[in-house]
Structures are given as C-alpha cells and as structure tokens.
C-alpha cells in the first residue's frame, strides 16, 4: 500500500484528502473535496494494519452497507464505499462542528441534544441494529449545532453479540453497561444506557425531563432502563412521533464470528433445563423397564418359595431425590434385578 497525504487523490481522481480530522486504532478519517461534485466529504479510510485482515474488511463493508440503507437526519450519510490500493474506504457526509467530546458545554441544547440523538438511536434499533460503541467522540455536531450519530452499523443484533478484535471489545468501558462489561450479549438497553451515561457527562443546568430520565438509562438492571429508545423519546416530548422505519434485510454475518455469537447469544439455561428432562425421562423409561423384568422373573407375581435365598434387592430412592440419584439407584436395581431362568 502506498503512503497517502495531503493532496493525494482518491478513486481515480475523485476525491482529494486535504487534513486529518480524526484517527483511532482502526481508521483514520480525512476532510476531502469530492471534485466532481464540489463538495467536501469525509473520507473514513481504514488503517494499514487492519486492511490485510479479512475478517475486518468484511466488517468494514458491513457497516458500509447498513449505513448507506439509513436515512436519518441525526444519523451521518453514507455517500459512496471503494476500494483504493487494497485499503478500504467510506465516504460520508463532512459536519463541521467537530465532535462532542470537543465541543464547549455552553453551546450545547441539551434536550435538543437528548431529543435528536434518541431519534437516531431509535431509528436504527428499528432496522434492526445496534451501535455498540455510543460515546462523544462518536457524535458530530453540525454548523447549526444539531448532533449527528456516526459509527454505527458496527453490528446487528440478531448476528453478533461480542465482536472482538485482536482481543479487544469494540466500544468504551467507560460507556459500556454492567451487563455488557461482564461479558452478556450487547442489547438496545446497553445503548440506551451508554447513551445515558453521555447525556448525564453534559455540564450546565439540565433540564427537569431529561434530569428524571438519565438515572433511568443507567440503571444497574437493564429491566429497570426504558423498554427502548422510542419510549425514552417519549418520556422527553410526549408530542413528537417517530416515522416507521422498515427493518434491513438480513445479512450474512462473518463466517469466523459465527461460533462465537451463536454460543454467548444461546439461553444460559437452555443445557440444564434440556439436561433436566432427558434425566426425567430416562428414570421414567428405567421404571417402565424395572417393572418388565421383576414380572418376568418372577412370573406375573408370585414369589419363588423354593428357590436359594438371596440378599435384598435395591429399593427406589426416595421420591422427593434429586433426579440423579433416583436414576442411579434405578439403573442398580436393573443390574441387580433376577432373570427367570
């Protein structure tokens, strides 16, 4: 892979990279002039390490994908996904206000703020994904101060439930809920209390409604957190409505997290209770065969008065035993049970 700096051109000349506007561990992201167009965009171009990594390539373009399917006006715009010298590359709508985490208290509305960002996240719970990595510096203002929620689409919530990469959880401890933290499955609750957590970070005076919700979207319990986003939405401004949003077509998860999702979004007690009923069964079924071969040995009934005395035969565990024990005490009388000669 060649360099790339300002001035360079992208996609056959279309898009020139004029700065860096953002960089992380997985992409940096430049402000560029789409030249055909004369508009600026933010080009999301993903780092040289991860670019020979198939698995999060694939990523990549899955979140390309699912994000240009959106449209919202509190969700950042997909305009355009290629490929330039084996490295990856979205394109997307440039705001220009910067990200929360650098924006100044005082010039913030934050019910506008809480409003908006619900809205969006709503919107995308609606098409079936979840964001997973909810945090200021994933949240744009534009000129007119109205947020913009980017980096979604990382994961739908029926595929995966812990992407990882290079050992690492994608998203922020610090905004990651209890139950994901401690290794659960990511849900709509985990956003909205990550989501809490931002909105309960504002400085300044906030306003009543917003102040009785944000304990609301961090509870420790997600039961006690908001049923969804619409529903927080709701609490805030009674009178907005949401427009209905058609949920995305399925698409196929990455074959190497398939393993891994199947099994941590598998019921916890799914193996006991299964376990449970096959032990039920199986001492059901010893019964049934217990009481066949004490018939046949002892023909229909009656006792043998002349045959050689022997030791007493293994009673049934007591009715109220654990299931293990009764089964092992049936299979005892089976092995121990006489056969008519």
Sequence with gaps: MSALGTGATLCDGRYRLDEVVGRGG??????????QLEREVAIKLISDVLAGDPRFVRRFEREARLAAALSHPNLVKVFDYSVEDERPC???EYVPGGTLAAARAATLDELRLARDLLGAVAHIHAAGILHRDIKPSNVLLGADGSPRLTDFGIARGEETSSLTLTGQVLGTLRYSSPEVAAGEPATPQSDLYALGVLLGELEGQRPE???????????????QRPRSAADALAELDPTRTLPPTEPLPPTEPVAAERPAAAAATAPRTGFGLRRSQAITAGAVLLALLVAVIVAASSGGGGSNQNGPQTTAAPRPAAAGAPADQQLDQLEKIVRTAPRKR
């Excluded at 102040?211 to 509870?219: E, H, Q």
Aim: glycine share 0%; aromatic share 4%; no cysteine.
């Design 209 to 223: 409604p917003l102040a009785r919700l944000v304990p609301r979207l961090t509870a420790h319990d997600p039961a």
């Design 90 to 92: 979205l394109v997307m």
């Design 26 to 35: 997985m992409a940096v992201v430049w402000r560029a002039i789409d030249l």
